[in-house]
């Protein structure tokens, strides 16, 4: 599932994060890739220790944390901080798979890849190319959203970034692990949380309401791994 989430950050907001990267300090994106990926990786992106992705990644965690719709498609445990990358003049990443357990900076901690998520800060109309492409059961879907929303996706599936060719493509991007490892069980769970929500916009105080809730806290309870 491919789950688009949108006004992550405002306009205002994003016209804010636009500004500090545009002089912030990138680097090549292939020093952060693993031996496979840095064949195929051609950004860059900022360092981890980059004072200005410490603050605007943890802003966007501020933002995330409040946002109903990332948490019901999440289910987030634990989100790596943002980190920021920069496609230009061809910059491109090809065919690759997320590792399966990243380091969380600063800390002893790591934190399982379930979900891999991408925020674009830059308009569509911004730059060519740039498109995130996702292999998925049904065939690739090509991800181009608009700046300040978010793109969710299973970390599992072959992902790339076509070469930019006009303009700059930037983005912040980071991976959650989810209190429910399996996919099928999350999208089940965002299906039934978004049927309440229907039914309790129409009618509020149907008795299929509690009910439907307690399913939900039930599967919840039986499936979370905390």
Request: net charge negative; charged share 25%.
């Amino acid at each position: 599932m491919i789950l688009a989430i949108p006004a992550v950050l405002s306009p205002q907001e994003v016209c804010v994060f636009r500004q500090d990267l545009e002089g912030a300090s990138w680097r090549d994106g292939r020093a952060t890739a693993g031996s496979v990926a840095e064949r195929v990786k051609a950004n860059q992106q900022l360092a981890d220790d980059d004072p200005v992705a410490a603050r605007l990644g943890g802003l966007v965690l501020e933002r995330l944390a409040h946002n109903e719709r990332f948490i019901a498609g999440a289910l987030p445990l634990k989100v790596l901080p943002p980190r920021f990358n920069r496609y230009a003049d061809g910059g491109t990443y090809g065919d690759h798979v997320d590792a399966a357990v990243f380091s969380v900076p600063g800390s002893p901690h790591r934190l399982r890849s379930d979900l891999s998520a991408t925020l674009f800060l830059s308009e569509p109309d911004d730059y060519d190319g740039g498109e995130l492409m996702i292999e998925g059961e049904f065939g690739v879907s090509a991800i181009k959203l608009p700046a300040g929303h978010l793109a969710l996706y299973s970390a599992r599936t072959v992902h790339r970034v076509t070469p930019v060719t006009r303009g700059a493509r930037l983005a912040a991007f980071f991976w959650i692990e989810s209190l429910v490892r399996e996919g099928e069980r999350r999208e089940m769970l965002l299906e039934l949380d978004d049927a309440i929500r229907a039914l309790r916009i129409d009618t509020p105080d149907h008795p299929s309401v509690v009910r439907l809730t307690g399913l939900y806290h039930n599967l919840l309870r039986a499936w979370a791994q905390t």
